[in-house]
């Protein structure tokens, strides 16, 4: 995977954050989670378990907190998790043994592809949130990836599929709610290789809590894919360093064992 790496000191233009800043102070309505934040480093990105009921797909051998989750970690989901259907447990115990026999799938962010949601939480690196009254927009430093969530708006009858889906939200008090449906069934529910079908519907909860960090509890509804809606837990902290573009080439190595994947080839005649 390769990172061009550029410090800008905004995401967007100077003119375009003014106008982001002013519409926020003026119109603002719930709370105030504008600025720049990170999850840290990869080993800290995990999806935690609720505090009740059923909770995410674990790694059955999780990075020690001092190895940053780099090169070498082995993500092995637990195909168990009672949320799983037989078929996605069958796909999470494939990508396991594969990781066991150290061959193991590529993620999104290793191959440069788009993560999806709720994969996209996962996401290490900064991410900066901007204010609108009709938009609440949220910039990934990698690969410059941008959601739009339309505030105080209704889904189209005709969403279609798409990687980042459709998002719409509101506010409840402070609390940020997003609710994202039309998320296609090629991407992942996160590093575990836990799949999910396009029937997927993901409902985040953007709210501050002590020490200036922002929580983010996630519900997944995917009755093609899932026994039962299950939560997960993740937390963004302030970004104090510089925000860096990131440029992500498309990779076909296999970092860990340094073979080409293979090219995807359409065999169709064009006429």
Known sequence: MYFIRGTIPFAVSMATFAAFSVASAQTQSGGDLSGIWTRGPAAQSWYRQP?????????????????????????????????????????????????????PEMSAQQVCRPHGVPYILQLNDSVQFLHTPDLFVILYAREGRPRIIHMNAAHPDDVGWSTYGHSIGHWEGEVLVVDTIGLTDDTWIGRLGTPHTDQIRVIERYSRIAGDDIRVDFVVEDPGA?????????NYRPDTGDYHEQACAENNINALTGLEHDIPTDLTPDF
């Open 51 to 103: 505090e009740s009921g059923p909770g995410p797909v674990q790694n059955l051998t999780p990075p020690a907190p001092t190895d940053g989750g780099g090169a070498g970690t082995r993500y092995i989901g637990d195909h168990t998790n009672p949320i799983l259907l037989p078929w996605a447990a069958e796909v999470v115990k494939r990508r396991a043994d594969a990781q066991r026999a150290g061959t």
């Open 226 to 234: 899932f026994t039962t809606a299950w939560t997960g837990v993740v």
